[in-house]
């Protein structure tokens, strides 16, 4: 089965400041969908990034990019230039290739704080 | 384009008594999800319909939870005899086969608190 951990309950940055929040998985598929998925407080999750396994290349949208490492597993988020909105619950998320199933396998969460 | 919605909002019920949430999907979309996400966790899979067929169901989803989408369209989730440990957000999300990643967009979630 497959599995997403994020090691960082908690991170801080200072505005304009850049930041990384790590994931890593676990998995015996070779393509699948990941994705980082914030959720404000109080507020519904919404999708900042996907990044799909067969693609080399690093998505990048605006301020949000990844660091997307097929053999280690790994798929990280920066975020460049952190604002104050930028304060919120990020989560990483897997799914596996159209089939069997299509759920999104959770991380337990990184809160993010922004510092003005 | 509205998006996905949820109701109610908030829902606090006793022990022992049946609860209903109700989902709207973005208008187009024929795949809809529902999760549930206890408090410092992560989201939970539950289950899942294409249209109006359930096609995968999680262990998380006791005996006491339905789930229904009878036209394809909206669906509702109810719980019955409801537990203290049936406290939870539960989200909806939704997505359209055929599009990139086939992103799943979720709604605002329904907060259950049983008492």
């Known amino acids: 089965a497959q599995t997403v951990t994020q090691s960082q309950p908690e991170m801080s940055v200072q505005e304009a400041e850049t930041v990384t929040l790590s994931c890593t998985y676990d998995t015996s598929e070779s393509d699948y969908y990941l994705f980082w998925y914030k959720q404000p407080p109080s507020r519904q999750m919404i999708l900042v990034i996907r990044?799909?396994?067969?693609?080399?290349q690093n998505a990048t949208e605006n301020r949000f990019s990844v660091n997307f490492q097929k053999a280690a597993k790994s798929f990280s988020l920066k975020i460049s230039d952190s604002q104050l909105g930028d304060a919120a619950m990020y989560f990483c998320a897997y799914r596996s290739p159209g089939g069997a199933t299509n759920k999104l396998i959770f991380g337990t969460g990184t809160l993010l704080a922004v510092q003005p | 384009d509205t998006g996905v919605s949820q109701n109610p909002r908030h829902k606090i019920t006793k022990r022992g008594q049946n609860v209903t949430f109700r989902c709207d999907p973005i208008?187009?979309?024929?795949?809809l999800y529902w999760y549930r996400q206890t408090l410092g966790q992560g989201p939970e899979f539950l289950t899942y319909?294409?249209?109006?067929?359930?096609?995968?169901k999680s262990r998380l989803l006791s005996d006491r939870f339905s789930a229904e989408r009878p036209k394809g369209s909206f669906s509702t989730l109810e719980i019955q005899r409801t537990e203290q440990g049936d406290s939870a957000m539960y989200l909806c999300?939704?997505?359209?086969?055929?599009?990139?990643?086939?992103?799943?967009?979720f709604g605002p979630g329904t907060r259950l608190l049983v008492l």
């Open positions: 208008s187009e979309h024929n795949r």
């Open positions: 999300a939704s997505s359209l086969t055929g599009t990139p990643g086939e992103t799943q967009y």
């Open positions: 990044q799909e396994a067969y693609k080399q």
């Open positions: 319909f294409q249209n109006e067929a359930q096609l995968e």
